[in-house]
């Protein structure tokens, strides 16, 4: 991370002095982490009300372990002492958290903590705990829940990230087979966008691995490191595609854009997949007249080593229905009253799954 976290004070305050309220002669706290709703889940019908279980491994690699190294158990003890105390008597008043026992697990020279978990993954019914967390040194029985906190903060996204990726596997999947569409495909059809929505690149890496339990395709890059450093991730554990954004579109201006289009298709990226913005100037002019000019070019792609050629025309606005499927509000026969789909299939054909559904 970038911030230099002291990993004392990844806390609520109230829980700072928690150790003197417990009852006197406290030896062991047993705690359990337990997903108590799923009301932001039930995308489907039959949803079952199971969450999936994830982020418990990294979470404790790279907190519990180097975190704490880092930032505590490596640090000079008179340093990170100081350094709570002030924190606490600014915040609380003078003396108010003791700090004697700051000083004995900084001489123990690691956390005392024993945490039972069901397997990563594991698909598991609301209200059932998730992992068990207990002291193992009775002179710190306060430790146990001085990390609730943290370890809540840095472990609901990833099972609900997870969750939610399972669950638009199964959708995915479910029309997969409804239409006769390639379930092989279904892997790459949930792709994760969403790193600059996230808050901040530690975030983003943690919540898209959850996403990389369903799926492969990613644009978090930071998320395939983190599944390699704390997961041990090896061989293909994401994948993307080579794609423009609106200033690659604008840089080559709307004078010469099929040029652009040109450029990206035949020379820069003759095989694979290729995906581009198209609707910087005009979608439909893009749809109906430059697929049509490069058409030739388009239909001689060759497959790359995972077996796919394709030119994406991706529009980046409008209503997405609207867009791919047809607008019937649109002028009649017009491209924006057929869509996306029905106009490149006049242009390009396809084929007929055994069920019946056009494939372009």
């Excluded at 976290?5 to 030896?27: C, M, S, W």
């Excluded at 978990?117 to 068990?132: D, F, Y």
């Amino acid at each position: 991370m970038s911030i230099k976290i002291n990993p004392l004070n990844a806390i609520d305050f109230y829980k700072a002095d928690h150790r003197r309220q417990y009852p006197v002669g406290t030896e062991y706290v047993y705690a359990n982490f337990t997903p108590r709703s799923s009301r932001l889940a039930k995308m489907l019908p039959d949803f079952d009300d199971k969450i999936v279980f994830f982020g418990l491994q990294g979470f404790i690699k790279h907190f519990l372990i180097e975190t704490w190294n880092e930032g505590f158990f490596n640090q000079a003890k008179a340093k990170v002492v100081a350094a709570y105390k002030r924190r606490m008597d600014n915040a609380l008043g003078e003396g108010a958290v003791p700090v004697e026992h700051i000083e004995a697990l900084h001489d123990l020279g690691y956390l005392p903590l024993k945490i039972k978990a069901l397997p990563e993954g594991s698909r598991v019914n609301i209200k059932v705990p998730v992992l068990t967390i207990i002291n193992t040194d009775p002179n710190f029985f306060w430790l146990t829940n001085y990390i609730e906190t943290v370890l809540s903060a840095e472990l609901w996204k990833s099972c609900t990230t997870a969750s939610i990726a399972y669950e638009y596997k199964r959708l995915l999947t479910q029309y997969a087979e409804k239409t006769g569409a390639p379930l092989d495909f279904v892997a790459v059809q949930g792709h994760d966008f969403s790193s600059r929505g996230m808050s901040g690149i530690y975030d983003a890496a943690q919540s898209g691995v959850g996403h990389l339990t369903s799926f492969i395709g990613t644009d978090s890059v930071a998320s395939i490191d983190y599944a390699e450093e704390y997961y041990n991730a090896t061989g293909i554990v994401g994948v993307s595609v080579p794609a423009t954004e609106h200033s690659v579109m604008c840089m080559g201006s709307e004078e010469s854009e099929i040029e652009t289009f040109r450029r990206l298709i035949c020379e820069l990226y003759p095989a694979g997949v290729v995906s581009i913005v198209s609707d910087t100037w005009d979608f439909w002019r893009v749809i109906t007249e430059f697929s049509v000019e490069l058409k030739a070019e388009i239909l001689k792609r060759q497959p790359n080593a995972l077996g796919l050629a394709k030119v994406v025309f991706r529009p980046d606005s409008g209503d997405p229905v609207k867009i791919i499927c047809g607008d019937p509000d649109a002028e009649r026969e017009s491209p924006a009253y057929k869509g996306a789909v029905q106009c490149l299939w006049e242009i390009f054909g396809g084929t007929e799954t055994a069920q019946g559904y056009k494939v372009l």
